[in-house]
């Protein structure tokens, strides 16, 4: 006879039990769950914490507005409440989506380098003349040599540097005009794994400082374009960049200071421009941090670094990626930049403009000629066939009133070519509609 363990016959049962089964199932589906969730609760941490601590927060402001309605030290209790409890909270929170923002963004910034073929010279010493001894025969049995220098050739120098970031897997890259101004410079790209591209620039953009490269290259990591239109003054960003030529990559990070600024901008040889409706922040931009972006705490770009205060204390300024995209488009289409115009040349309508001129409006914009005499309607463009004339003021551009907040070339470039736009003029005093179709912009213009 067969000897049986008791207690083995009896788990082996216990197993073979159905409800066993299902308690058993049931039980590894939950510890499953919970691990899935607490992965995801994990991953969106910032977010859910911000959507809680904003609730939080309109609680104690609204126990804080009815101040009437309750004692003093309740509502010191609450401001006490909103900096011990929320800001070092808030603070954690955010540098966390730096860090993130910071990891996503850094492979696909790239630092620009600049090079040229600059004579190369050799050096010989020649024996003077006596007769052309500058001493006068004042030291006399010594013999005295001047060097001559000969050309011998050419040599690749390194002159410059800045920042860019590539928008495309198969390397297109976005950069400032005047970091790739010259046109018989050499171009090399050195991406953040150490890999180097010669580079070419497919077009540089004559209304705003704005390039687009390309190198040679698939399956490259590249940054995705925010909407500019939607920053708000005190929302964090991050610049990235190649900071004064040498630390590639630097990281700074501040807040949008401002929005719609204006200002001239130089660069080191001499030459400004103007540009409009830029943002201004106080997060670090250094010299060589040009070209680089400017980014959200999502890692997306919001700006292109273009412009610093010199002497100042974290003033910098960042062109608005939404101003930039349709030369991206344009470049990705075509090859190159093409954007709409109308033909004229103008300047902003201001309070002091219109005491200065005694013009009847404070808004607009005055076609007059350029700086150097430039005819101020280009003939044959379209607003020289709608009849648009110098002196007469542009007042709005299909219903939209040309402001401070309205910049009259960015609202032009929102449309594309072949569109038809219907202008309020003030000519001669009378306000008037006219009707223009866009025209693609010569080159140059």
Do not use: C
Request: charged share 20%; hydrophobic share 40%; proline share 4%.
């Amino acid at each position: 006879m067969r000897n049986i363990n008791f207690y083995t016959y009896k788990i082996k049962n216990f197993f073979k039990r159905p409800w066993v089964r299902v308690l058993f199932v049931s039980m590894l589906t939950i510890i499953i769950t919970l691990g899935i969730a607490s992965g995801l609760l994990w991953h969106y941490r910032a977010q859910i914490f911000k959507i809680l601590a904003t609730d939080y927060i309109k609680e104690l402001q609204l126990a804080k507005n009815t101040t009437d309605t309750v004692p003093q030290a309740l509502s010191e209790d609450v401001n006490a409440k909103i900096n011990e409890v929320l800001e070092p909270a808030l603070f954690a929170v955010e540098s966390d989506s730096v860090i993130s923002s910071v990891k996503k963004a850094k492979p696909a910034v790239v630092s620009i380098i600049i090079s040229k073929e600059v004579p190369k010279y050799s050096v010989s010493y020649q024996q003077v003349d006596p007769a052309n001894d500058p001493f006068g025969g004042l030291f006399p049995g010594i013999s005295l040599q001047t060097p001559v220098y000969t050309q011998d050739g050419t040599e690749k120098k390194e002159i410059g540097s800045g920042s860019g970031f590539l928008i495309s897997s198969d390397g297109l890259i976005v950069t400032n005009r005047h970091v790739v101004a010259s046109k018989d410079a050499i171009y090399e790209v050195l991406l953040n794994n150490g890999k180097k591209y010669q580079a070419t620039v497919l077009a540089r953009d004559t209304l705003f400082d704005v390039a687009i490269m390309k190198i040679t290259a698939k399956g490259l990591p590249y940054l995705e374009l925010a909407d500019s239109d939607v920053l708000e003054v005190g929302q964090s960003v991050v610049a990235i960049g190649n900071a004064l030529g040498e630390f590639k990559n630097t990281v700074s990070a501040g807040v949008v200071s401002g929005l719609s600024r204006s200002l001239n901008a130089g660069d080191s040889y001499g030459q400004t421009e103007r540009l409009e409706k830029v943002i201004q922040t106080d997060a670090a931009i250094n010299p060589g941090n040009s070209g680089g972006p400017l980014l959200n705490l999502k890692g997306e770009v919001v700006g292109i670094n273009v412009a610093i205060v010199q002497g100042s204390s974290n003033i910098g300024f960042a062109l608005p990626i939404n101003s930039v995209k349709s030369a991206i488009n344009s470049v990705k289409k075509s090859g190159k930049i093409i954007r709409p115009y109308i033909g004229v040349r103008y300047v902003n309508v201001t309070a002091d403009l219109k005491i200065k001129k005694n013009l009847a409006v404070d808004y607009g914009v005055l076609v007059g000629k350029g700086p150097n005499g430039e005819v101020a309607v280009i003939a044959g463009s379209p607003a020289d066939k709608a009849g648009i004339v110098e002196n007469d003021i542009i007042l709005s551009i299909n219903g939209q009133k040309i402001d401070a907040d309205h910049d009259f070339s960015y609202l032009i470039r929102s449309y594309n070519i072949g569109d038809s736009l219907k202008l309020r003029i003030l000519s001669a005093g009378v306000e008037k509609t006219v009707t223009l179709r866009l025209a693609q912009a010569p080159d140059g213009v």
